[in-house]
């Protein structure tokens, strides 16, 4: 790559890092498998830079290539060596209103079933419509609408009812 | 309502990336350069998630639970070679002699096909591209997955080549997870069902003719691992209850521990299987999941006795019941006899883990990392 277009490249990313990190972060809960996700993403971009010309919404693009590598990542085998959750030894929230809200709903949105789990998170927390989330996970939107709603069926009943007051 | 309780919650959640724009350049790069020289199919991204691993800071990691034994004299790690042009790995399972080792490349970038390693007496080889090894018996025969996400099947490597398992009719899917003595295999497969798909344990017999499906009342069941004996464990259920089958398909509950509901079949292993038993039901729902409590249990098949809470999270149980997996919170470690000894890891190394323990009890593969940060395939002997 010349090295303007590096010079273009970096000061893309480096605009960028913030906004897909927190995507990223919210589909996988852990700020390095976040950073590594980002990373692995904006190596392909590297290697599609010079051609990124043709594309009409780079962001857009980015944006899903992180969220299609942070599918992937959930899945991989090797997440379940080394990216395991803490050992399973204790419960995860007391029950006197001490709790962070935020590791509340973290910890809920990781019980639900992982087919549930991706369309909340896509749906949800990174704002996407049903028709994208529907395309990312190769299903129908009929299917994303009903697994939404299981999951936020769920969610109603997993989190008690004040947490959801105005803060 | 509760969708704009997550919204609130996606605005407030915050995370500092680490990452610079100049370091992601510089391993954009390396890794383009990478990818270029290599002729392989391998991963491109095999530096990438480095220096994410290496720059971790230690202080960010809670103090580690105290670990009550020691390692025994003459208890040794050693690395496993990798493959040319390969940096770093870690170990997925191994066969009951430890003869065979299965492994994957660090980082294994699932945006390109899979790549396993496997070892024999030691010596790396690259199996074919796009299969995903899961298992492996004294025989060599490696059980695993062809294809990705929704286009998964069931398919050993077997004679130098790979081969897909028959799938049940139907099937839109399939998985093998694990491999016995005799060669009959394990897995799951996913039918087209409410609201999306149902799964079934499978197995298929020696030879890989067509499986058998396990079934329960209707509920979705999973298969996790076999024992010579043709016994299967697993789970029926999302979560919601440890199962075994036996070799002719009869299904039961495994007990649970007075208190616990709900709960997973990870592992078996002769007399002995492996898993996990939680205070929530389980179910597709979720519901009741969010304050659940959840332990170790590991189950003796043949007495029915049952214990839990052993400070270890397990991927594998030898069969004399000894548990290898995680320790404290990132290190490699067996549980054996109501002791947790801890693994040496490499020099420089601070964290790792326990995949598989073999035959005799004191043979384990794992990985760990390296004083570069690099996670490294690795065998511990007389442990």
């Known amino acids: 790559m010349r090295a303007e277009q590096e010079h273009e490249y970096v000061e893309y990313v480096r605009a960028r890092i913030p906004r897909l990190h927190h995507v990223a972060y919210l589909i996988l809960g852990d700020g390095d498998r976040a950073d590594d996700a980002v990373q692995n993403a904006l190596t392909v971009l590297y290697r599609r ?6 594309v009409s919404n780079l962001d857009a693009y980015v944006h899903t290539m992180v969220v299609r590598v942070c599918l992937a990542d959930r899945r991989r085998p090797w997440s379940r ?14 029950g006197e209103g001490r709790v962070d809200e935020r590791l509340l709903i973290r910890q809920a949105l990781d019980r639900l079933p992982e087919r549930q789990r991706v369309v909340v998170v896509l749906r949800f927390l990174c704002d996407l419509p049903v028709a994208e989330v529907a395309q990312l996970i190769g299903r129908s939107e009929g299917t994303v609408k009903s697994r939404t709603a299981y999951a936020l069926a769920a969610l109603r009943r997993a989190i008690p009812s004040t947490t959801w007051s105005a803060p | 309502m509760i969708d704009e309780q997550l919204r609130d919650y996606a605005r407030r959640t915050s995370s500092a990336s680490r990452l610079r724009a100049e370091d992601v350049l510089v391993r954009a790069r390396r890794s383009h350069r990478r990818r270029q020289v290599a002729l392989s199919a391998f991963s491109a991204l095999v ?5 994410a691993v290496a720059l971790r800071p230690s202080g960010a990691r809670p103090p580690v639970p105290a670990i009550t034994g020691a390692a025994p004299d003459g208890c040794s790690v050693r690395s496993l070679p ?3 042009g390969i940096t770093g790995g870690s170990v997925i399972a191994a066969d009951p002699t430890g003869r065979y080792v299965l492994g994957v490349p660090f980082p294994n970038d699932d945006m390109a096909p899979a790549v396993t390693i496997l ?3 030691g010596t790396p080889r690259l199996l074919p591209t796009g299969f995903a090894g899961t298992a492996v018996n004294a025989s060599g025969l490696v059980a695993g997955i062809s294809g990705r996400l929704e286009a998964r099947r069931a398919a050993v490597f077997r004679d130098g080549a790979v081969a897909d398992l028959p799938a049940p009719t139907g099937a839109i899917m399939s998985e093998a997870v694990a491999v016995n003595a005799r060669g009959e295999i394990a897995g799951t497969a996913y039918l087209p069902g409410t ?12 030879g890989q003719g067509i499986p058998k499906l396990l079934q329960s009342g209707g509920k979705d069941t999973f298969a996790a691992g076999v024992a010579d004996d043709g016994t299967v464990v697993g789970t029926i259920g999302t979560r919601e209850h440890p199962y075994r089958w036996t070799a002719a398909g009869a299904g039961t509950a495994l007990p649970l521990p007075s208190g616990y509901r709900g709960g997973e079949g990870q592992a078996v292993t002769g007399d002995w299987a492996v898993g996990s038993a939680s205070t929530s039901r389980g179910g597709e729902d979720g519901k009741d999941e969010l304050t659940a ?3 170790v249990v590991r189950w003796n098949l043949r007495t029915g006795a049952l214990d839990h809470g052993m400070r270890i999270v397990p991927t594998s149980v030898s069969a004399a019941g000894a548990l290898a997996g995680r320790v404290g919170r990132d290190e490699p470690g067996i549980w054996r006899d109501g002791t947790v000894v801890p693994l040496p890891m490499l020099t420089g ?10 035959g005799d009890g004191h043979t384990v593969a794992g990985w760990s990392a390296t004083a570069s940060g690099l996670p490294a395939p690795v065998l511990w002997q007389g442990c």
């Open chain 2, 293 to 295: 409590e959840s332990v």
């Open chain 2, 47 to 51: 530096l990438v998630a480095v220096v």
């Open chain 1, 81 to 94: 060596v080394l990216l395991r959750d803490a050992a399973p030894d204790g419960p995860v929230a007391g």
């Open chain 2, 349 to 358: 190394g601070t964290r790792g883990a326990a995949a598989t323990i073999v």
């Open chain 2, 119 to 121: 070892w024999t007496d």
């Open chain 2, 82 to 84: 990798l493959p040319a």
């Open chain 1, 49 to 54: 830079w010079h051609r990124i010309a043709d």
């Open chain 2, 195 to 206: 609201p999306d798909f149902s799964a079934r344990a499978v197995v298929w017999p020696p």
